[in-house]
């Protein structure tokens, strides 16, 4: 009886840390991505880490649709804590598979800022946030959120109003629940421009420019950027934290414009910064928006039992680069296969006329082909290696350039540049081709780095086996002669044990010699 009232005590205490612990939320398992999936979205972030942030391809939702549609289309639905915590819990589970942009619609309630249609608080929001983050704060995890805000179209509120109602000041919610630490805001952006730190899609510093990934993750440790989506000019959510609707270009329903089929409408393209599209997709469309630069907003309807289907157009988007079951986990062992070397660590670009598309493979490092190179001064010009007899070391910068002249070995590291390798494609008609782009994953296993064969992995440092072998030597030599020491005492007998057995029987001996009783 003592043992089962203990038992029953424990469980009740784990039923009640579970209640009273919402945030402990376990990741669903079609949010939760594979180690593959894991490598394919980190490199393809560091591909990126030099491209300005309005360039680089983002896969955002609609949250009115895609997590609190029940509260637009049902009035009778009931916002209860446990509701709230369901929200929350789906929230978790969208930026671990992979989302990027969170369109939030928000409204005053009673002196405090919620999620318009529910009672959930936007503090409880930006605490969820915030738990992402915090879990992903490191340089294999981390990328840029941004969060787009729109409240209500015939909201008015005055100076006054934060004096009696401070929770309705965004300034001082972000700053609480989200962190003036991780935000970049409009006086950063000022600051990056002045110093030079801005660039705009051609690599040149402007004061109208950017700052590349690389830049805002690693150099100013920021991951979020939030702006406004209010369709009015002057918005009633200022704050020194909230950029103003002008800085994207954000379409709703079907793109107006044309996917850019030659060099001079890609160079216009890039220079649009920011262009989203929110509208229903399925899965060939959002392919397409993503192949012409575009970043979708999925505005698709789905509840609480439903929200797992989203995992269809999230799987076409979130890695638009490499292919299906790619990146292939291996090790950086060289075999010998049937005489053959081969090392499965580098990748090619797979072209397929067929379906005039393009992906990133795993290939082995010492098969021959053709190599891909941009010119150095335009991204949207590549051109191909005459020789196709290149094995991916051929490109290891030390020899002659296997490129042509002002071109250098390169890989598309946004969708728009893989556009212009596929309208270069079309005109000199090649048709399936596999090439060698700077990609590879020599150095370390499953560490996807460019800048040739002997690129080295910025996550973990590698020691060579000769170096290794180096530094084990003197250890083995030492382990070696203990096990000799240890060994030899074992077998032979030490001089102390044989004294003591040499005095033992000279004492018997002079016992038998003593005669017993009294001499007479």
Known sequence: MPMQRALLKAYLWVLLIITFLPNCHAIDSWAQPSGQRRTAIRSQRDMLANVTIDEIPIVGVDLRHVLFSDNFTSSSNLNTNQTNTIYMNNLSDLLTAGVQGLVLDIEPNHGFWVVTNTTLLLSTFLDTLESFLLSTNDNLSADIIMLFLRPPVNLTLNSTVYHTHPQLNLTYILDQHLGSSRIYSPSILAADRAMGDAWDAFGESKTDGWPTLGTFLYT????????????????????????PNTITHYSSGNMTSDCPNTLSALSYMSTVSFQFLEAVFNEDDISEYVSCGVSPIISNTYNVNSLSNIKTLLDKTVVWSWGEDEPTISNTKITIVKDTLEALNCAQLSFSSGTDSMTWQVANCYDN????????????????????????FSFDGRGDSKCPDDYVFAIPRTPLEEKAVLLYFRQQN??????????????VSNCWVTGGPYASCPYQKVVSRRNF????LPVVICSFAILCIVLYL???????????????????????????????
């Open 220 to 243: 100013r440790k920021k991951r979020v950027l939030i702006t406004d989506l209010s369709s009015k000019s002057n918005s009633t959510i200022d704050s020194p934290y909230i950029f």
């Open 430 to 443: 090649i048709t399936d081709i596999d090439a060698w782009i700077d990609l590879n994953s020599i150095s």
């Open 490 to 520: 074992s077998i032979l007998r030490t001089p102390i044990h044989d004294n003591r057995k040499n005095w033992r029987r000279i004492v018997n001996k002079i016992s038998k010699a003593e005669f017993e009783g009294v001499p007479s």
């Open 369 to 392: 082909k053709r190599g891909l190179c941009r010119y150095k001064d335009h991204k949207y010009v590549w051109k191909l290696t005459k020789d196709d007899d290149n094995t991916y």
């Open 469 to 472: 072998v180096t530094m084990l």
